[in-house]
């Protein structure tokens, strides 16, 4: 007697909605009908409005700060798991809270460890992800994690664009690793920017180890927040001589005056996925859908098929 394994079903959490929807029509279904009801003083319940007994399910939204993000995809968990779902994914295109991922001082948390405890307390069964902020919270869970990269939208976008000369750059130490593994795909060279933070978010000092005089320079990093970081190695690099210079960072942020930042520095352009909804419109910020990575992902872990070919480096 062959069996036929039924569809999953797919939702979303508010924020992450529009993405949802280009999610679940790249995977060939429509979103499932979900509902939030709120009291006057901002709590919220979440509401599926189908049956969801038995059935593989995955919960669509990116969990960057505030924390209303987090909270709504830890209740949307919690209600597929008491209504007796099967299989229970978090599919967060971006994980929030993810730069506290050690103690780097006394007395402070490790919050990306508590949110991975938090989401399989509340039923998830998998996560998937795109680009984390540090590889090793995946060790945070105990559960399956599918760590996703960008590099599979970005490098067709930056072979496309032909640039001589090219130079692939990190904005930091931290982000070496990643600037390597791009250079080595693109074969071309690579130079480091090297800087010293005066308190979050506050640039004190940078330099940069390498040349770029004559060079087309792609800085890559994994999010871009207010900018500053960005801009101000963006102008350096024009200043020792760099032809241009673009970035390509997976999550934008852009918080305060980050677009501003960008709109007066040198970069030529930014490119930014929507795995973080993009509201403010801007001639520098180009944004790639990771819509079609995230559902081909989501088919092949329903039919369990290997998602080897989706880790370009």
Known sequence: MSYTVPEPKIFACTQSAVLGEKIAQAYGTELGNVIFSRYS???FQPSFE???RGARIFIIGSTNPGSENLMEMLLM???AKRASARHITA??????WARQDRKDKPRVPIAAKLIAKMLEAAGATRIITMDLHADQIQGFFEKPVDHLFASTLFLPYLRNLNLENLTIASPDMGGSKRAYAYSKALESDVVICYKQRAKANVISHMELIGDVEGKNVVLVDDLVDTAGTLTKAADLMMERGAVSVRAITTHGLLSGNAYEKIENSKLEELIVTDSIPI??????VKVLSCAELFADVMHRVHHNTSIASKFLM
Not at 279 to 284: A, E, G, H, L, V
């Open 41 to 43: 003083d901002g709590e």
């Open 50 to 52: 189908e049956s969801v």
């Open 77 to 79: 968990l919690d209600a």
């Open 91 to 96: 599919v967060m295109p971006y994980y929030g």
């Open 279 to 284: 509201t403010i419109k801007s001639d520098k």
